[in-house]
Structure formats: C-alpha cells, structure tokens
C-alpha cells in the first residue's frame, strides 16, 4: 500500500474513533438537556397552579425545579416560551389521550366510558386541572398561545364527529366538554366516571 495511503488509512480511523467517542457524549448531553428542560416545565405548571400564570418568571420556576435560575433562561428566552411550553404540554397530553380513545374504541359506550373516566381522573386531581385551566384562559387574552388549544379542541371534535354527522351537537358536546371540566374545579365533590358517563351520553346519544 502506497506511504499516503496508509496514512490517510490511519486518519480516517482516527476520525472515527473520535467520532465514536463523541457520539454517546453528545447524545448523553440532549437527553440530559431534555430532562432539564422537561422539569422546568413541569415546575412551570406547579407554580401556575399554585400561583396563576402572573407568579411565573424564570426565579420562581428554577426554585421549584431545585436548578439554578441559569437553567431556566438557557433553555427558554422569555416567560412567553416557558408559558407556551407548559400549556402545549398539558392541551397535547389530553389531546393525544382523546386521540387514542377515538382510535381504539370500537362503539360509542367505549368511548364514551374512556372519556369519563378520563374527566374524573382529571377532577380528583384538581392542581394539575387549575393549572391546565389558567393556561387555558391565558390563551384566550394571548392569540400567539392559541395553537395548542385549537389542537386539543380539533381532537375532541373528532371524537364527536365519529359518532355522529349532525355539525351542531359535535361543537354543542366539544363545548359542554370544556365546560363540565371547568366545573368540576368549583364543587366540593366531582362528579363521578358514572356521573360523567351520563352528562356525556346525553350530549352525544348516537
């Protein structure tokens, strides 16, 4: 073999090991970056919850994630981004929980089980569903905030409209939906998988 050859041979796997090496590295640091960021807006949904959307700012959300405040402006520029982050976490989470129910669910009784179920589930834990809520509300004041809400309310739609064609009782059900979730924050006891199961039934009969 040519002298060049076998040197550029060697370089060449020079680079590889190199790049071997690197590549669990780097993937090490994105996942520990996606941790990071992930609790970040976790602790953004615990503050919201515990003090509205205006009690958070990057001090008070590295607080509660026990990281430095560093952390919360490296991952996320403004409170905008951390409030968008959180509120497309939550309305995606419900939405691809919907989704599922439509998709896996062979009759409307399934589905309409899963989706109670789901409400009650939501209600008995009403931190998450105040935060859920205030960011909820939050969008209807920031238009920019608007996008994941809309794909949470398309999912529900959908869910409807596979059960029946009429378009007026799908916006009536995606709308009372919203409603009895909301509600369910501002009773003593809420409602029940069975109770749920029956105000839903009536909304959407088949």
């Given amino acids: 073999m040519p002298r060049w050859s076998a040197e550029y041979s060697a370089s060449r796997g020079d680079e590889h090991r190199r790049c071997a090496l690197s590549e669990p590295t780097t993937d090490g640091r994105r996942l520990k970056g996606e941790r990071r960021r992930q609790e970040l807006i976790e602790a953004t949904l615990r503050v919201v919850a515990r003090d509205g959307a205006s009690g958070v700012t990057h001090r008070t959300v590295a607080r509660e994630a026990g990281l430095p405040t560093t952390a919360s402006t490296?991952?996320?520029?403004?409170i905008d981004d951390l409030l968008c982050a959180a509120l497309t976490s939550v309305m995606d989470k419900d939405a691809a929980r919907v989704q599922r129910l439509t998709?896996?669910?062979?009759?409307?009784?399934?589905g309409l089980r899963g989706l109670a179920e789901m409400m009650a589930d939501s209600a008995a834990d009403p931190a998450d569903r105040l935060a859920d809520n205030e960011l909820y509300l939050l969008a209807a004041r920031r238009p920019e905030l608007r996008e994941p809400v809309?794909?949470?309310?398309?999912?529900?739609?959908?869910f409807a409209r596979r059960?029946?064609?009429?378009?007026?009782?799908v916006r009536l059900f995606v709308g009372a939906l919203d409603g009895l979730c909301l509600q369910s924050l501002l009773v003593e006891r809420p409602p029940t998988v069975r109770e749920f199961e029956a105000m839903l039934r009536e909304l959407l009969p088949g």
Avoid: I
């Fill in 150 to 158: 809309r794909r949470w309310l398309e999912a529900v739609a959908a």
């Fill in 103 to 110: 998709a896996e669910t062979e009759t409307l009784e399934e």
């Fill in 163 to 169: 059960h029946t064609d009429d378009p007026m009782r």
């Fill in 74 to 78: 490296y991952y996320f520029a403004g």
